[in-house]
């Protein structure tokens, strides 16, 4: 079906309104900063040249076509159309941050929030490269993950688990290293969600609040990571920021993404998360998915034909068609898709049908009958190693007290017995959610699980249970085992076999996902009974905690019976060995919190459930200001709130000691930011026949899909009728900037800001007797300032370093010039103030061994 074109003069900017009645509200900013003119980013330079190339040869059809998903009835989750006469076929975009999701013979990645739980460097690159080489095999071409958001504000949000934990810096070293390990192994990495995509209750229609400082300094820093990265796309997010949706928020598209952060490639809407056509399109969004205006309104678009009759009656210049094709193209030459395609040839699975031979539309029956899924198997053994390592790397053992880990280490166990459903197989399957479409609910997650639910799963290849690897591995170490999946603490069983082992292993989960935040803090299961059920019985009891955040063990964590504690997030298909290996000593723990554990509910940030505002009929979370700064730890340490494990808490099986804590100037920053490079002249195409008469429906050649998104029109009449200029607000431009704004000008921001200003040099002796990695953190307080007031101290630097017993290594971090900056509001650009700031290194938030003071 194709809309009238009303639908064009239907949309006021969101911003405006909000701004008339005292909401918060986003600034208008146009126009969309044309792509390519930046001077400093020669890949990006090579890759514009050949886009305008391609973009020189499109018809209007062509370009609009590259421009909108088909429908949601594509092989993949997100589908162009194809360019018959560009010998191209349609762009795939596909789920998600663990792996591919929705089709078979692929890995399942232990999550985001694993990956930066390692604390790891180089391990995050290799996960994200192992899981960007899966999706090439898929013949996917747009991968949409990394997750660098929700940042943790509230820690129930449904999908923390996605994404890489409660501080910026974490999320933006570990969502860099994602991208740049998927985009070497020749897929497109999307860096979703832009922005502020903090909870799943209201996900559409909440307006998260911001102020600019937390904007820039919190949200938007990990963003600035991966666009300096060379993230080829970026999807923006459900929510409204400040009472405009994240689709067609001028402010933080044009403004903060394009231009100040320099953001070269394309902006992807989440699905159906498109609200207008001019009005997203004018405001930064380079492409819509997956096409239609909403789930279950089939065939009908913002973009298709819409979007062709706005560019035929003059509402959208052509030049910003053309800008949104070229940033579609240039980032799909940046990561060699051209190359890759042809190597590697279109998907070879469809997401929408199990069966081998199918339609290629088979959820509409039609199109041709072709074989859809040819089972490629894509699983390598990098991708089998880096799985397994990445989830035992992130293990944070939280308590152990007299040497309970690892098993069998001083004291030999002669029978261990476990309990728990968190630690046994699900009845209903492997984390039946992962498998797309097939309907199962969280409700019947009861067992163990690999992840959380909704498009951030992926299906397991196999699925190692913690009482798989356990069992097994206690066998075989003649160790006699016992269990009880679900035994009520008061059957006579429980009690026996409780009583009777030397210990208890006790398994307690929590579980999240798309759609549904966590509703309390509360272990499942009644698994705190169980715990302290079995400490009345037994002296020596390991509880291991699986969880997507934060939980609540305060009945139990300071029970002298509790002996050893383990806390994992979501790991993968091998969770359950990753856990048994360090359980018995074969690695050290090494992981780290990447959230802090409160002792009580009321320390966090809720997520905001009340009714919508009045005055829009939007939700209005938090008022801009108010706490947005202080995130996680930050507010921990502000408020003098002692949590029961910190950010960046967690123990090893040895020891280590810091030293010989020094730091160079390399250089100096200054106050303020120099004018960064300018940007080249604007582009300009032109070239295409903009005849009405082009745009209509062909006659022969193209076979009419129904439900389907095409940018064709019915009748050139359509381009005049009901011709009102589109209320604009009056902040609404066509004219390109002459130059980047002071905090913009090469991809990541003004290039100064990465420059190194101090290196801090410290040493890491291993004192205990066990070859073990530390991670070593660096936070800085900034000056004291009433202008700008900041948190205690901000993480800065991290790194995992392995040693052996007795082993002394230097430990070195470059301290950017962003790292030493704040938002300046006024200026709209970073400042680095002067006086004293303090520099702590040590081996958590709140353990922090060395300290010294940088004087700028
Ligand atoms: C909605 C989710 O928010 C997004 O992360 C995902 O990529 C799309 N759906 C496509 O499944």
Request: net charge negative; aromatic share 10%; charged share 20%.
């Amino acid at each position: 079906m194709i809309l009238s074109n009303v639908f064009l003069f239907l949309l006021l900017a969101l911003t405006v309104s909000a701004k008339e009645k005292g909401l918060p509200s986003s600034p208008g900013h146009y126009p969309s900063p044309q792509g390519g003119r930046s001077t400093t980013d020669a890949a990006w330079e090579a890759a514009y040249l050949k886009a305008r190339d391609f973009l020189g040869n499109l018809t209007l059809i062509e370009k609009l076509n590259l421009t909108s998903g088909i429908s949601k009835f594509g092989v993949c989750v997100g589908n162009t159309r194809d360019l018959p006469d560009k010998n191209m076929w349609g762009i795939c975009l596909q789920d998600g941050p663990v792996g591919v999701r929705a089709t078979d013979y692929n890995s399942a990645f232990p999550a985001g929030i694993t990956a930066a739980a390692t604390f790891n460097r180089q391990l995050i690159y290799e996960r994200g490269r192992a899981i960007g080489s899966e999706f090439r095999g898929k013949g996917v071409d747009v991968a949409l993950g990394p997750a660098i958001g929700p940042i943790g504000l509230k820690v129930l949000g449904g999908r923390l688990w996605e994404a890489m934990g409660s501080d910026p810096y974490l999320q933006g070293v570990a969502g860099a290293e994602t991208v740049k390990g998927m985009q070497d192994a020749g897929v497109m990495a999307n860096a979703k969600h832009f922005l502020v995509n903090e909870q799943e209750t209201n996900r559409f229609t909440i307006s998260s609040n911001l102020g600019d400082r937390a904007l820039h300094e919190i949200y938007a820093w990990p963003f600035a990571d991966v666009v300096h990265a060379g993230v080829g796309s970026i999807m923006c997010s459900y929510n409204l920021l400040n009472n405009s949706y994240g689709c067609e928020n001028s402010y933080l598209l044009n403004h903060v993404l394009k231009d100040e952060l320099g953001f070269q490639g394309f902006v992807v809407s989440d699905w159906w998360a498109t609200h207008s056509g001019v009005n997203a399109i004018t405001s930064g969004l380079d492409m819509d998915m997956p096409g239609t205006v909403a789930d279950g309104k089939e065939g009908q678009s913002f973009f298709g034909s819409n979007f062709t009759i706005s560019v035929l009656n003059g509402t959208i210049p052509m030049e910003r068609l053309d800008d949104m094709v070229t940033r579609i193209m240039a980032a799909f030459y940046m990561v060699n898709l051209d190359q890759v395609r042809e190597e590697r040839g279109p998907p070879n699975f469809s997401q929408n049908t199990p069966n081998d031979t199918d339609y290629l539309f088979p959820l509409v029956g039609m199109g041709p009958l072709i074989t859809v899924n040819t089972h490629v198997d894509v699983r390598t053994d990098q991708s089998y190693d880096v799985a397994y390592q990445t989830a035992a790397e992130a293990i944070v053992l939280l308590k152990n007290k007299n040497n309970t880990l690892p098993i069998n280490g001083k004291r030999k166990v002669k029978k261990l017995s476990i309990f728990g459903r968190a630690a046994f197989p699900n009845r209903f399957g492997p984390d039946c959610d992962s498998r797309a479409n097939v309907g199962c609910q969280p409700e019947q997650q009861l067992g163990a699980s690999a992840m959380g639910f909704g498009s951030g799963s992926a299906t397991l290849p196999y699925f190692i249970t913690p009482f798989e690897a356990l069992s097994q591995r206690a066998r075989s170490e003649r160790t006699v085992v016992d269990y009880g999946y679900d035994l009520e603490t008061t059957d006579p069983t429980f009690s026996y076999m409780a009583q009777t082992s030397d210990v208890n292993v006790i398994f307690a989960m929590s579980y999240a996902g798309e759609g549904k935040d966590r509703e309390n803090f509360t272990l499942w299961y009644n698994v705190d009974d169980t715990i302290e059920s079995a400490c009345k019985l037994n002296r020596n009891n390991i509880v291991v905690v699986t969880s997507p955040g934060p939980v609540d063990m305060e009945r139990w964590i300071d029970n002298p019976n509790v002996t050893a504690v383990l806390f994992t997030t979501p790991s993968g298909q091998d969770s359950g060995q990753a856990l048994t290996d360090i359980m018995y000593g074969d690695q050290d723990p090494s992981g780290r919190l990447p959230f802090t554990i409160a002792k009580h509910a009321r320390d966090y940030v809720p997520i905001s459930t009340g009714k919508a505002s009045s005055e829009n009929g939007k939700q209005q979370d938090d008022e801009p200001g108010k706490r947005d700064l202080l995130l996680d730890y930050r507010y921990f340490d502000q408020k003098n709130i002692t949590p029961r494990y910190e950010f960046g808490f967690g123990l090893s099986y040895s020891k280590f000691s810091f030293s010989g804590l020094n730091i160079e100037t390399v250089k100096a920053p200054d106050e303020h930011l120099p004018p960064p490079p300018g940007w080249k002249e604007p582009y300009s195409s032109n070239n295409v026949s903009i005849n009405a008469t082009d745009a209509l429906f062909p006659g022969t050649g193209i076979d009419r899909i129904p439900y389907f998104v095409y940018p064709y029109i019915n009748s050139t009449s359509q381009t005049t009728k009901n011709m009102k200029p589109y209320p604009f607000p009056d902040e609404y431009t066509t004219k390109q900037k002459s130059k980047p704004s002071l905090a913009g000008g090469a991809s990541g921001g003004n290039p100064v800001l990465w420059e190194v200003a101090y290196r801090v040099n410290a040493t890491l002796t291993n004192t205990g007797d066990r070859i073990a990695r530390h991670v070593a953190q660096l936070y800085v307080g900034y000056p004291d300032s009433e202008r700008f007031p900041s948190p205690p101290k901000q993480l800065r630097g991290f790194d995992k370093i392995e040693l052996r017993p007795n082993e002394t290594r230097p430990v070195r971090f470059d301290l950017l010039v962003r790292d030493l900056s704040v938002w300046d509001s006024v200026t709209s650009s970073w400042i680095v103030q002067r006086g004293e700031y303090q520099i702590y290194v040590g081996s958590s938030s709140r353990n922090l061994e060395l300290h010294s003071e940088i004087h700028i």
